[in-house]
T-cell receptor, first 115, second 116 residues
Framework: GAGVSQSPSNKVTEKGKDVELRCDPISGHTALYWYRQSLGQGLEFLIYFQGNSAPDKSGLPSDRFSAERTGGSVSTLTIQRTQQEDSAVYLC?????????????FGPGTRLTVT | QQQVKQSPQSLIVQKGGISIINCAYENTAFDYFPWYQQFPGKGPALLIAIRPDVSEKKEGRFTISFNKSAKQFSLHIMDSQPGDSATYFCAAIKGYSGAGSYQLTFGKGTKLSVIP
């Protein structure tokens, strides 16, 4: 079956611009997670959704970062006023539900480059 | 505080050899330990996982060994093949036995190169 899909696969933006990254989870997966992967920091947790609610936003690095999920499916991660340190690969994962958070399946990621 | 430490950073193994990657964790609340395999340009793929009440789990050429008292676990890749060349991440989460955290805590990764 189809896995987690993310778009765009690559995004180059100028410093100060806003960007939106999209994630489409595996069909039937109610839990969705965003992570950031960078050379220096490895894989870092950003935010978790159960349905359309985000009970854990503990990893969002600043108030420039926000995320939403609609219809219990697609999620969008928005970064406002991008900075060069935001350059990274943004990964989305999904799981069957909160009770299966230990089995997360990742998408291919969006590589964000801020110039 | 790095809760999961992974070593080595990189590893070169001859085809047919055994690749061994080690991880150590600090948080005794973790109750599930997955390994992920990542190829360049792809997302991490769940490879194999273990719970702390099991000392070893084997799936094909991949084996996890778990030492609860030492808070260590390792991935062994038997008969390593060039197609195994990838970056491997160990991870830990508190979430298998009831409510817990929803975030995977990852090691820094090991880049494995299997040479013919």
């Amino acid at each position: 079956g189809a896995g987690v899909s993310q778009s765009p696969s690559n995004k180059v933006t100028e410093k100060g611009k806003d960007v939106e990254l999209r994630c489409d989870p595996i069909s039937g997966h109610t839990a969705l997670y965003w992570y950031r992967q960078s050379l220096g920091q490895g894989l870092e947790f950003l935010i978790y959704f159960q349905g359309n609610s985000a009970p854990d936003k503990s990893g969002l690095p600043s108030d420039r970062f926000s995320a939403e999920r609609t219809g219990g499916s697609v999620s969008t991660l928005t970064i406002q006023r991008t900075q060069q340190e935001d350059s990274a690969v943004y990964l989305c994962a999904s799981s069957l539900g909160a009770g299966r958070s230990y089995e997360q399946y990742f998408g291919p990621g969006t590589r964000l480059t801020v110039t | 505080q790095q809760q999961v430490k992974q070593s080595p950073q990189s590893l070169i193994v001859q085809k047919g050899g055994i690749s061994i990657i080690n991880c150590a964790y600090e948080n005794t609340a973790f109750d599930y330990f997955p390994w992920y395999q990542q190829f360049p340009g792809k997302g991490p793929a769940l490879l194999i996982a273990i719970r702390p009440d099991v000392s070893e789990k084997k799936e094909g050429r991949f084996t996890i060994s778990f030492n609860k008292s030492a808070k260590q676990f390792s991935l062994h890749i038997m008969d390593s093949q060039p197609g195994d060349s990838a970056t491997y991440f160990c991870a830990a989460i508190k979430g298998y036995s009831g409510a817990g955290s929803y975030q995977l805590t990852f090691g820094k990764g090991t880049k494995l190169s299997v040479i013919p």
